[in-house]
């Protein structure tokens, strides 16, 4: 050949390379190019045979729970750890007499490793035995409410000049940002409390190799299984959880976890791990969450371990543009989660979050539900945006963005009402 057709050659093949290779990291939005694509039969188990009953879903689960770990989140480690819990502040007549309002350090001593999280509880007034809503929030305690008692965190934040974070350093200027996110007025009057902590206090969301946050307190030679930071965040959870259930003013068999967004992903994953989370809400939680991920719609596999690296396990990598090849998706989650109560919302607007794929995520669990509870998922096709469904398994798609709205909490208070206090709400 010669030279300069040789070196046309090779631009015309690293131009052709380089293009093949951008065309498949543009998302897809497009319903009719959405490859085909085979779900993994929930009750099959690996072997092939077929899950008849409890049993048989006892082992099933704990197969799909397997993969789960190894291939998509990480293996979290065990917790034979001690937690001291120690109140910060105690507000008899928050939210104008209606509440009690405590901030409680929880320091997780593992050996001579130790670190704290900041909880900010609002539970009714007089309650003994409530039903609590426990979730992280994105900017810290201060910024889910207005009252002036609530200490600014000074755990590292990323930079944000509209929450006045500077030099990761939150500042007053938060305070009461995220309320719209938490309407905690309206849920204390219906007879729930809530429990939040700033996420990053569990673990900082950047990747730093896994030394810092809860990573921190396990010495660990890692690999391909070993737990990224949504596992940690979950993990984190049931630490909350083991604080929870030892207050008189909490009912330990009503306690929902919830979360929006990476935080929703984080809420589906501790509901699977810790079968005490009594019923979970995943808001808006998309890629890795409640969306399938052979759908390849919107976010996919590849591109969100190439934007956030430290959120899954190594494993997870395996599976960039190879959706086809995953041992597991979503819908499986979710199953993971029956016979419990799971709510999905997605919303009209976050197509990045794939809500199709997130709904289609429920009807594929709802096969584990029939079975242990005889109740199906009572959609066969997507709802009309603002009608949510509801049997075990909840589902709405509403009009709007990628936030938490005041309609999303409407729903979740209905659902939880029906589920976990009995008694029927007919719509706010
Ligand atoms: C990004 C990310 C999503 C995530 C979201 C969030 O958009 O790609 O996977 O859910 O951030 O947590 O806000």
Redesign the pocket.
């Given at each position: 050949m010669k030279k300069p057709v040789l070196i046309f050659s090779v631009i015309l093949f690293l131009v052709n390379i380089y293009f093949l290779k951008g065309q498949q990291f543009v998302a897809n939005y497009d319903e009719s190019k959405v490859p085909s694509y085979r779900l993994p039969d929930p009750l099959k188990f690996e072997n092939g045979g077929t899950v008849r009953n409890k049993k048989g879903w006892d082992r099933r689960r704990e197969e799909i729970f397997k993969i789960f770990e190894n291939e998509v989140y990480g293996v979290a480690p065990g917790w034979k750890g001690e937690i001291i819990a120690s109140e910060l502040s105690s507000d008899e007549n928050a939210l104008n007499g209606k509440a009690v309002r405590k901030e409680i350090n929880l320091t997780l001593k593992n050996g001579n490793r130790e670190l704290t999280m900041t909880m900010l509880l609002y539970m009714p007034k007089n309650s003994a035995g409530s039903p609590v809503f426990l979730g992280y929030n994105f900017y810290g305690n201060h910024t889910i409410t207005s009252e002036p008692g609530i200490a600014v965190t000074k755990s590292w934040i990323r930079n944000n000049k509209d929450y006045g974070v500077f030099e990761n350093r939150a500042s007053e200027a938060g305070r009461g940002l995220s309320s719209g996110y938490w309407p905690v007025e309206m849920i204390v009057s219906e007879g729930y409390g809530v429990a939040t902590i700033y996420y990053g206090d569990a673990d900082p969301d950047y990747d730093d190799g896994f030394h810092n946050g809860v990573h921190g307190l396990y010495d660990q030679e890692r690999d391909g299984t070993s737990w990224g930071t949504i596992a940690g965040w979950a993990w984190g959870l049931s630490r909350a959880m083991d604080y929870l259930v030892t207050l008189p003013s909490v009912d330990p068999g009503r306690v929902i976890v919830m979360g929006?967004?990476?935080?929703?992903?984080t809420a589906l994953w501790a509901g699977a791990m810790d079968e005490r989370f009594a019923l979970v809400i995943s808001n808006?939680?998309?890629?890795?969450?409640a969306a399938l991920s052979k759908r390849a719609f919107g976010?996919t596999v590849g591109?969100?371990n190439r934007?956030?690296p430290h959120w899954f396990c190594g494993n997870f990598r395996k599976y960039n543009e190879k959706e086809e090849l995953l041992p597991v998706d979503q819908h499986q989650l979710i199953a993971l989660i029956a016979p419990r109560p799971v709510y999905v919302a997605s919303a009209e607007e976050d197509q990045?979050?794939d809500p199709r794929g997130e709904f289609l995520s429920c009807a594929g669990a709802s096969p584990v539900y029939k079975l242990l509870t005889g109740e199906t998922f009572p959609a066969d096709d997507m709802p009309p945006l603002n009608s949510p469904v509801m049997s075990r398994i909840g589902y709405h798609i509403r009009t709007g963005g990628?936030a938490v709205t005041l309609y999303d909490w409407q729903q979740y208070l209905r659902f939880a009402d029906m589920h976990l206090q009995k008694k029927e709400r007919a719509t706010f």
């Open positions: 929006h967004s990476r935080l929703g992903k808006n939680s998309g890629c890795g969450g976010e591109s969100i934007s956030f990045w979050a990628h």
